[in-house]
C-alpha cells in the first residue's frame, strides 16, 4: 500500500508538470496516413484534354481516377491552355493561358480563395510560358496551400536556368512524386531534394484481361498477323526509322509482320516543320520496300480505342534515341496489357523491364531491333511467357492502386487536423519567460537563435532589445529585483544606441559590443521611440517610467524628419502612450498631429478601389500603421483619422485570413511586389501587430470582430496556419520563426518570441473587457472563463 501511494503521487505530481510542447512536436513531421479525417479539396493543374500530348493525357487519368476510385474527393482543374489552339475545356475551375503572367497571378488568387487543402501541380519545362517554362514559379510562389509535384522531367544535365527552376520547385513542395528510382534519386542527389518529401509512384495503366489479342486482332482485320506496334505523338528522337529499317530482316524470317505506328504527329513539330519527319519515314519505308507491312493511323486515338489496338499487339517497340526519359506512359500501358517489349535503356525502361519482364537493345540499332523481335516470333513459347510476366507485372500500376497511391501522396502533404482534444491554450496560461531570459546577457537581448540556441554570430540589435523591455512592463510572474534587472539591461542597450551626434539611434552591435553602424534603420529608430514611449505610461517603476519620458523628450525633436510610414508609425504609437500619461504633452502631441496628416496624405494618394492601403506595397509589421491612425484618433478626437485607421485595418484583414478562416500573414515574400502579396514566408511579427491592432480597434468601437480577429491571429501559433503547424510553447515561451512553405522554420530568434509574449499580454488585456470569441465554439472556450480571473 504504501508503494501504491507512492507511485499515485509521483503520477499527480507528474501531471502537474508543465511540459515544451516542440518535445512532443518535429518541425519536419509527417502527418502520415490518416491525417485527415474527411473528403480532400485538392487544385489540379496541368495540361488537361482536348489537348493533344502525354501530360494531357495523365492530368486527365489523375482526375478521372480520383473520381472513379475515390469519388469524395473534390477536384478543381486549372488546365494550362494555348489560345492559339482555341480548345473547349467544358466545364473546369479555370484554365491559365500558358504565357500570360497576370493570368498565372488571377488562377493562384482562385485557387487561393477556394481554400483547397492541396495543389497538385504537373511539371515539365515546356508546358509553362517562358524560357524553361520559368513562369510557373511566380505562379507556386502565390499558392498558400501545400504543393504536390508530378516531376514529368529530371534531367541529369540541366541548363543553369533549367537547374534554379527545378531547385525553386522543390523549395517550395511538401510533396515531389516522380516515376521511377532514377529521378527519385537523382533529385536527392544533384537538386539537394530531401529524401523525406520524395515519392516513387508508378505511372497509372488500365486493368484489363490477359491474352485477348486473336480477339481484338480479328476486330482490326488482323487476323493471322504478327503484329508490332507504336503509339504516341510521332516525334524526332522516338528513332522510328531504326524500327523501320529493322523491318527487312524482320519480314524476311516472318513475312506476316505488320508494324503499326499509331498517333498523330506531334503538334509542336507541326508547327515546326509540318509533317516532314512522318514524310521522311515514309519515304525510307519506300525505300526499303516495306511500305506493305506499315500501318499508319496518324491520328490522337482516346484512351478506349488506343487500348482496343494495343490488345491487338504481340511486340510493342519503344526505339527511343535519347535514354534518359524517366517516364513513357506508353511503356505503362503496353506492360500493364501483357505486351512484350523490345526497348532501348530509357531509364522507365531499365526500371520497368528488368527480371525479364521485357528486352532491352543497343540504342540506335536496328540490328539489335531485328535480332531481338525474331527471337520472340521465333519462338512462340518464350514470347507468350514474357506476355504474360509482363502483364503480371502490370498489376502493381493499375489505376486502382495508383489512385490509391496519389490519395495518399496528396494526403501526407496536407496539414494534419487538430487531434481530439487538441486546443489553443487559455489565455491564462501565461507564457514562461525562459526563452526570453536565455537568449538575454549583461549586453542585452541577441538577435538570433540556431533551433533553441542562442546565435552569438550575429550580436544584438535596437529593434530586439526594445521589444525586450515593451515586454518587461507588461509582464507578469518575474520578482520585482529580477524584472527590474532585465528593464535595466533593455534600457542601457537603447540608451547606449543613441548617436546623439546624428541624432539617431545605432540598430546593430556584434558580439562584442561594437556598433555595427553609425545610424540604424529609420524603423528601428522608430520602434526605440515606441518602446520609450510605452515605457513611460506602462514601467511598473516610476524612476524607469521618468528615464523614458526625459529621453523620448531627447530624441523626438531630432527625428521629426524620418519618412518612413511604419516609423512614422511607431512614433505615434510612442507617442499616444505618453498621451495617455500626460494628455497635454506638447512634443506627443505634435508627433500624433504630424504623423497623423502624413498618414492620412499617404492613404490619400496609395489608395484606389481595389487597395484601401497607404502604399502600392505591403511589407512587415503591416497593421501598424491603421493602429496608428486609430490610436492618433482617439487622442486628438480626429473622427475622421479613426475611420480611416478602422477601414484600412479592415481591408488588411481581409487580406490576412484565408478562406478556411484562418490567419494567413503577408508573406515577406511580398516585400516589393506592387499591389500584390504572397503567403510565405509567413511571421510571428505580422500576427502580433493583427493581435495589437484590432485590440486598438475594439477600444475605438467595442465590436466583436476585433476580438475575434485577435484570437484567428492567435491560434495562428497553435496550428491555426497553412500547414498546421506549431509554432509557440507556453511552457518556455519559445516561438519559432514562423511559417515556410515546408512547415515551421525550426529557429527561434529574439524577434520570434517577443511577438508570442507580447500578444499574449495584449490578448490577455483584451479579454478583460471584450467579449472574445462567444458563439465560436474554440473561442469561447479560450476566453469565457478567462475574463473574471484577468481583472
Not at 139 to 148: E, G, I, N, S, T
Request: net charge negative; with cysteine.
Amino acid at each position: 500500500m504504501p508503494r501504491e501511494r507512492a507511485r499515485d503521487q509521483e503520477r499527480e505530481a507528474d501531471s502537474d508538470k508543465v511540459r515544451s510542447i516542440f518535445d512532443a512536436i518535429s518541425v519536419d513531421s509527417d502527418p502520415g496516413e490518416g491525417a485527415l479525417r474527411r473528403p480532400l479539396h485538392i487544385a489540379l493543374v496541368g495540361n488537361f484534354a482536348p489537348r493533344k500530348c502525354g501530360i494531357a493525357t495523365f492530368t486527365t487519368d489523375v482526375f478521372e481516377k480520383l473520381g472513379e476510385f475515390h469519388p469524395e474527393t473534390a477536384i478543381d482543374v486549372y488546365a494550362l491552355d494555348d489560345p492559339a489552339q482555341h480548345l473547349d475545356y467544358g466545364d473546369l475551375a479555370g484554365t491559365i493561358a500558358c504565357n500570360d503572367p497576370e493570368d498565372y497571378a488571377r488562377a493562384a488568387r482562385r485557387i487561393n480563395e477556394a481554400g483547397v487543402d492541396a495543389v497538385w501541380l504537373q511539371h515539365e519545362y515546356g508546358i509553362f510560358g517562358g524560357p524553361d517554362g520559368e513562369m510557373v514559379l511566380d505562379f507556386v510562389d502565390r499558392l498558400a496551400a501545400p504543393l504536390v509535384l508530378t516531376l514529368h522531367t529530371v534531367l541529369s544535365a540541366p541548363s543553369e536556368r533549367q537547374r534554379e527552376i527545378l531547385r525553386h520547385l522543390i523549395a517550395r513542395a511538401s510533396r515531389i512524386m516522380v516515376m521511377s528510382r532514377h529521378s527519385r534519386d537523382l533529385l536527392e542527389s544533384d537538386y539537394g531534394a530531401p529524401a523525406r518529401v520524395l515519392e516513387v509512384i508508378e505511372h497509372g495503366a488500365p486493368d484489363r484481361p490477359f491474352g485477348r489479342h486473336d480477339e481484338f486482332k480479328e476486330k482490326l482485320g488482323l487476323e493471322g498477323r504478327k503484329v508490332l506496334m507504336t503509339f504516341g505523338l510521332l516525334s524526332r528522337g522516338k528513332g522510328l526509322e531504326n524500327a523501320i529499317r529493322a523491318l527487312p530482316a524482320i519480314v524476311a524470317r516472318h513475312p506476316e509482320a505488320v508494324y503499326r505506328i499509331i498517333g498523330a504527329t506531334h503538334p509542336n513539330l507541326v508547327a515546326h516543320e509540318g509533317e516532314a519527319y512522318r514524310e521522311e519515314l515514309q519515304a525510307l519505308a519506300e525505300d526499303l520496300g516495306v511500305s506493305a507491312h506499315i500501318a499508319w493511323e496518324n491520328r490522337f486515338l482516346e484512351t478506349d480505342e488506343l487500348l482496343d489496338q494495343l490488345e491487338a499487339c504481340d511486340i510493342y517497340l519503344t526505339p527511343y534515341l535519347g535514354l534518359q526519359q524517366s517516364t513513357s506512359g506508353t511503356l505503362s500501358y503496353a506492360v500493364a496489357l501483357g505486351k512484350a517489349v523490345v526497348s532501348t535503356p530509357y531509364v522507365h525502361a531499365r526500371e520497368l523491364l528488368g527480371e525479364d519482364i521485357g528486352r532491352l537493345i543497343e540504342p540506335g540499332s536496328s540490328e539489335a531491333i531485328a535480332e531481338a523481335v525474331n527471337a520472340l516470333f521465333d519462338r512462340p513459347a518464350d514470347l507468350s511467357a514474357m506476355q504474360r510476366r509482363a502483364w503480371a507485372r502490370g498489376r502493381e500500376m493499375i489505376w486502382p492502386r495508383f489512385a490509391d497511391a496519389g490519395l495518399r501522396l496528396v494526403t501526407r502533404a496536407c496539414p494534419p487536423e487538430p487531434a481530439p482534444g487538441q486546443a489553443v491554450p487559455p489565455i491564462t496560461a501565461t507564457p514562461g519567460l525562459s526563452a526570453v531570459l536565455a537568449m538575454s546577457d549583461g549586453t542585452g537581448m541577441l538577435q538570433h537563435g540556431v533551433g533553441v540556441v542562442p546565435d552569438r554570430r550575429h550580436g544584438y540589435c535596437l529593434d530586439d532589445n526594445a521589444r525586450a523591455l515593451m515586454l518587461m512592463n507588461v509582464a507578469r510572474g518575474l520578482p520585482v529585483a529580477e524584472r527590474m534587472k532585465w528593464s535595466l539591461v533593455y534600457a542601457a542597450f537603447v540608451q547606449s544606441a543613441w548617436n546623439p551626434e546624428l541624432g539617431r539611434f545605432r540598430n546593430f552591435m556584434r558580439f562584442d559590443r561594437s556598433w555595427c553602424e553609425d545610424e540604424g534603420s529609420e524603423d528601428s529608430n522608430g520602434r526605440a521611440v515606441w518602446a520609450l514611449g510605452q515605457t513611460c505610461e506602462r514601467a511598473p517603476d516610476q524612476s524607469l517610467s521618468d528615464w523614458a519620458l526625459q529621453f523620448f523628450e531627447e530624441v523626438l525633436p531630432t527625428l521629426a524628419a524620418i519618412e518612413s510610414p511604419r516609423a512614422r508609425a511607431f512614433a505615434m504609437l510612442g507617442a499616444c502612450a505618453v498621451l495617455r500619461r500626460d494628455p497635454r504633452h506638447a512634443a506627443a502631441l505634435g508627433c500624433v498631429r504630424q504623423g497623423g496628416d502624413f498618414l492620412m496624405r499617404l492613404l490619400g494618394h496609395g489608395r484606389r478601389p481595389d487597395w484601401a492601403w497607404f502604399e502600392a506595397v505591403l511589407g512587415y509589421d503591416n497593421p501598424r500603421l491603421p493602429q496608428a491612425l486609430i490610436e492618433a484618433g482617439l487622442a486628438l478626437g480626429e473622427e475622421n483619422w479613426i475611420a480611416a485607421g478602422l477601414e484600412t485595418l479592415e481591408w488588411i484583414c481581409m487580406q490576412q485570413v484565408s478562406a478556411r478562416g484562418q490567419f494567413r500573414p503577408i508573406g515577406s515574400e511580398s516585400f516589393g511586389k506592387p499591389h500584390a502579396y504572397l503567403p510565405f514566408d509567413q511571421q510571428p511579427l505580422e500576427a502580433q501587430a493583427a493581435i495589437e491592432a484590432a485590440c486598438s480597434a475594439w477600444t475605438a468601437t467595442q465590436a466583436a470582430c476585433w476580438g475575434d480577429h485577435a484570437l484567428t491571429a492567435w491560434r495562428w501559433f497553435f496550428g491555426g496556419n497553412d500547414r498546421g503547424v506549431v509554432l509557440a510553447d507556453i511552457a518556455t515561451g519559445r516561438c519559432r520563426d514562423g511559417v515556410t512553405p515546408r512547415g515551421a522554420n525550426a529557429n527561434c530568434g529574439a524577434e520570434s518570441i517577443l511577438a508570442f509574449q507580447l500578444s499574449h499580454y495584449a490578448l490577455a488585456e483584451l479579454a478583460v473587457s471584450a467579449p472574445l470569441g462567444r458563439g465560436s465554439g474554440m473561442g469561447g472556450g479560450l476566453l469565457e472563463s478567462a475574463r473574471e480571473r484577468l481583472v
